[in-house]
């Protein structure tokens, strides 16, 4: 279902389940489908909201960059939560959306029982380093829009980041690809200029201050990942790190029962 937020943009969610709500924000070119194969074993105890971030899948996809800024979709998606009832609800996110779900961590953490990260950061720590990062986007989002979704799905499954999902299933690759082809070239490349990397304030000097209790999940074979997971949890008052044996970037697509036992332990706790 589609849900209007105070900004006037539009967001797809999909709520089912009973119990203590979670809130749950894909990466870069997902949508809430992405996590349709852990959503039985979650309702039978959460209840469970799976959004589409702007710029993807069913959620609007607006020309102006202003909109996809962190704390642009930051404050639509809480006032979202507060129009389903206000009450606290874990937080679990993924590569962007996991940058996205820190950020509200830290700007509303009265919000939220827990928070679960898989394969995210707080950003990049110096300015020259966010601003080759921003330049690096923009040449992707303006790609994305001159040479279409096709030629985007070709580029960035041919990254490194991805080199361990070459034993999945064909059928799981096919379904991911179709998944990434539904999007639209608007909508990830103002995703990109609005929410990347270089775009995103630096949380880094902030981490020391969320006393939420917080779970950061990684892929033993995301090397770069697992370094930056690793000083995260150094700064982080309250956290546990869970290192995944033999997975990469995306824990939940490799092996969704792994990655289930580990985040179900986690929440189990509250």
């Given at each position: 279902m589609r849900y209007r937020a105070p900004?006037?943009?539009?967001?797809?969610?999909d709520r089912g389940?009973?119990?203590?709500?979670?809130l749950l924000l894909h990466g870069f070119s997902g949508d809430?489908?992405?996590?349709?194969?852990?959503?039985?074993a979650l309702q039978r105890d959460y209840h469970v909201i799976a959004l589409d971030m702007l710029g993807h899948g069913c959620s609007d996809a607006p020309a102006d960059c202003a909109s996809y800024r962190m704390e642009a979709v930051a404050q639509d998606i809480?006032?979202?939560?507060?129009?389903?009832?206000?009450?606290?609800?874990?937080?679990?996110?993924?590569s962007m959306g996991g940058r996205l779900a820190l950020y509200l961590a830290l700007r509303a953490p009265a919000r939220f029982l827990s928070l679960t990260l898989e394969s995210a950061s707080p950003g990049l720590a110096t300015a020259a380093e966010r601003a080759a990062?921003?330049?690096?986007?923009?040449?992707?989002?303006?790609?994305?829009?001159?040479?279409?979704?096709?030629?985007?799905?070709?580029?960035w499954q041919s990254l490194p980041l991805w080199a361990s999902q070459a034993a999945l299933p064909a059928e799981v690759l096919?379904?991911?690809?179709?998944q990434r082809r539904r999007n639209r070239p608007m909508g990830l490349a103002n995703s990109l200029r609005g929410m990347g990397s270089g775009a995103q304030p630096n949380l880094w000097r902030?981490?020391?201050?969320?006393?939420?209790?917080?779970q950061l999940i990684v892929g033993e074979a995301d090397a770069k990942f697992r370094r930056i997971n690793r000083a995260m949890a150094a700064r982080l008052p309250h956290c546990q790190l869970n290192e995944l044996p033999a997975l990469g970037h995306n824990c939940h697509l490799e092996a969704p029962e792994v990655f289930l036992q580990a985040l179900l332990s986690f929440l189990q706790r509250f």
């Open positions: 900004s006037g943009h539009h967001y797809f969610a389940g009973s119990g203590a709500s979670i809430q489908s992405t996590w349709r194969r852990l959503l039985p809480l006032a979202l939560l507060e129009g389903w009832g206000g009450a606290r609800c874990h937080l679990l996110g993924y990062r921003q330049q690096q986007d923009a040449l992707l989002a303006d790609n994305i829009q001159t040479r279409g979704i096709d030629w985007f799905l070709a580029h096919a379904a991911q690809r179709a902030e981490l020391p201050r969320l006393q939420l209790p917080a």
